[in-house]
């Protein structure tokens, strides 16, 4: 009697593991096809895709323009401080750009930056045309677990005509994130 007892522990010992590895399977496979399992797969794929710099701009560019020397816009112009951020220990390359409308009525080449101490022609920078705008390239750099600013003064240079005073510039800054190096 002992040994059937045995055996009838050691069967129902058995069907129960059995019962729950199926519930297990059954279970995993159902989670593998639902759309959130394939969502958190394919986060993680892509993380090496992640961008971990970003950037903000403090005391926007003054659009009351009018032409001056050189000189006098790095000494009376308040900048406008832009902040490239990376807080994480991945290094990432990134383009800082200046992008300008082409809806824009003022003409881009009577325009002067200043990018912290050096003063550049907007002629003189990096172009990229895309559709609706030019990109000028103010910066490529890369960043690791700090913050880069960059002081930038715009203006019209002293060959504009007082008429280009009264024209739009639309225009904004955006930062291009390179490939992130783990």
Same mark, same amino acid.
């Given at each position: ?18 019962? #729950? ?9 159902? #989670? ?8 958190? #797969? ?9 961008? %971990? $710099? ?34 994480? %220990? ?14 824009? $009525? ?12 050096? =003063? ?16 000028? =390239? ?11 600013? %960059? ?30 190096? =783990?």
């Amino acid at each position: 009697m002992k040994i059937v007892k045995d055996i009838n522990k050691l069967i129902i010992k058995n069907v129960i593991e059995i019962v #729950l590895v199926l519930g297990f399977v059954f279970l995993a496979s159902h #989670l593998w096809s639902s759309k959130n399992a394939q969502d958190f #797969l394919a986060s993680i794929a892509s993380f090496r895709n992640l961008n %971990y $710099t970003d950037f903000m701009v403090e005391n926007p560019i003054d659009y009351s323009m009018f032409p001056m020397r050189d000189e006098d816009a790095m000494k009376k112009l308040k900048p406008c401080i832009i902040k490239v951020i990376n807080g994480t %220990y991945t290094s990432e390359n990134y383009i800082l750009i200046l992008r300008i409308n082409k809806k824009s $009525t003022m003409d881009y080449h009577f325009l002067h930056i200043g990018i912290n101490d050096e =003063v550049y022609s907007l002629n003189d920078l990096e172009q990229i045309e895309e559709t609706e705008e030019l990109l000028f =390239v103010l910066a490529k750099d890369s960043i690791v677990g700090n913050t880069k600013n %960059y002081e930038i003064r715009l203006w019209l240079n002293t060959l504009a005509g007082n008429e280009m005073q009264g024209k739009d510039l639309i225009m904004r800054f955006d930062l291009i994130n390179g490939i992130t190096q =783990v």
